[in-house]
């Protein structure tokens, strides 16, 4: 069994951490852009300059043909170099969530017209799923498209939409034959500019304020047919399973980078901080919450690479990208209220970031399918294989 990174692995994620440490953190860490609950547009663009944007997707798209364990060790470096949680959001919804599903699913056309745009950050995108009334149940969603003519007629609305407000394209599922439930659902490539499309208001949330989050409403939205993303019916079926084993591995890789700061942080602060006289590094309480820290980072960073070496392999990771999904969920809040603990009362005051932190690690066990989800998958899976 090989456990070490290739050299090109290890001189890429250094070169990430390097550009994310000089050119994306001092914006992300200022606090300003979370208190206004802003997308820091720069960082985008820098984060485009670098070729962060499309890095998965082939080089003739505007991509770097990155492997997803590749993509995988962007993010985490990513992570580690203090980029916000927000930034890093929307950069899975863009690329992964929008961008992954037209590579893998979308004509040559669709490819050729939507892909070097995402790859250079001169469109944002965005995935449509969730609903008013359909979250968990993503196959139970209501909104509908019919076809007339050559194009569809989309109805409905999206709920919680990633990207939603400073987005300029969307994967968009609707329910074109109930009958057929889960295989009655399509994908659809809808523009922002389509008739009858349109953004409602930007939403105000607890965590990961830079990243933009706001409701999509179609009515009566005429999309071109050629703009339907894979086969009609089964489109949803397949972006499904396409994007969430890729979610689960790339997208919550910025989080093994975050538990990494936040050890090295807490060590710096309890090297410093004294009470009774000495650093409260010499405490056992405080060495044995370090040493938990470092334990977790480790089985994440393990857990989190072997769904991205399934994935290069094209081995079926439904049942891993889950178990990762829910452990690395679990570990992040663990790890952000434990580093708060150790930071005492100055955790607790936003100047640290340490509690901006603790508030950006509540979405990973709802965002991308619940923890009672994840369980849910696992112990069918488990059960199946009986
Ligand atoms: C900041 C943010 C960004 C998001 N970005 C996007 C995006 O870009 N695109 C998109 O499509 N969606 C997005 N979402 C939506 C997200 O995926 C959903 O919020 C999530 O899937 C949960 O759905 P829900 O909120 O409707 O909760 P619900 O499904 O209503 O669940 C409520 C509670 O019931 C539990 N529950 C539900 N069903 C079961 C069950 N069968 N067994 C046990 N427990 C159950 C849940 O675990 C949860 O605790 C985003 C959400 C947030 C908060």
């Known amino acids: ?47 485009g300059k670098f070729g962060l944007l499309g890095l998965p997707y082939p080089e003739q798209y505007g991509g770097a043909g990155a492997s997803v364990l590749t993509t995988t060790l962007a993010g985490e470096a990513l992570g580690y170099a203090g980029v916000d949680a927000g930034l890093l959001l929307s950069w899975g919804a863009h690329m992964i969530l929008c961008g992954v599903p037209i590579w893998q699913l979308g004509t040559e056309e669709q490819k ?23 979250g968990s149940d993503a196959a139970g969603i209501q909104t509908t498209a019919v076809k007339k003519g050559d194009r569809y007629i989309l109805n409905g609305s999206k709920m919680f939409i990633t990207n939603g ?51 999509l409403i179609f009515e009566d939205c005429e999309v071109p047919e050629e703009n339907i993303l894979g086969e009609p019916d089964f489109g949803f079926a397949n972006v499904i399973k396409l994007t969430l084993e890729w979610e689960r591995s790339c997208l919550v890789a910025p989080a093994i980078g975050g538990l990494e700061l936040g050890l ?45 070496w399934m ?7 439904m049942m891993d990208a889950s178990v ?11 790890t952000a209220s434990e ?32 923890s009672e989800i994840q369980r849910g998958i696992i112990a069918r899976s488990i059960l199946n294989f009986k």
């Open 1 to 47: 069994m090989e456990f070490s990174l290739s050299k090109e692995d290890q001189d890429f994620k250094e070169s990430v951490y390097r550009f994310g440490l000089r050119d994306l953190a001092p914006l992300s860490q200022k606090l300003e852009y979370d208190d206004k609950e802003e997308f820091i547009v720069a960082n985008w663009k820098n984060m």
């Open 112 to 134: 050729k017209k939507y892909l070097p745009k995402l790859a250079s950050g001169e469109w944002i995108g965005g995935l449509g799923l969730t609903e008013p009334n359909a």
């Open 165 to 215: 407000p400073v987005g300029n394209v969307f994967v968009v599922a609707a329910v074109t034959d109930r009958s057929k439930k889960a295989f009655g659902i399509s994908a659809f490539i809808v523009e922002k500019g389509m008739k009858g499309f349109s953004v409602g208001k930007k939403l105000s949330k607890l965590g990961v304020r830079t990243s933009p989050t706001s409701e």
């Open 264 to 308: 090295k942080k807490a060590v710096e602060y309890a090297r410093e901080r004294k009470q009774f006289g000495k650093p409260i590094i010499k405490f056992q309480a405080i060495r044995h919450k370090i040493a938990d820290l470092k334990m977790n980072l480790e089985a994440v960073r393990q857990i989190v690479y072997k769904v991205a």
């Open 311 to 317: 994935k290069d392999r094209d081995i079926p990771a």
């Open 324 to 334: 990762a999904k829910l452990f690395v969920s679990e570990i992040m809040e663990r």
């Open 339 to 370: 580093v708060l603990q150790i930071f005492g009362g100055y955790g607790f005051i936003k100047e640290y970031l340490v509690e901006r932190g603790y508030r950006d690690s509540r979405l990973s066990s709802i965002g991308g399918g619940t």
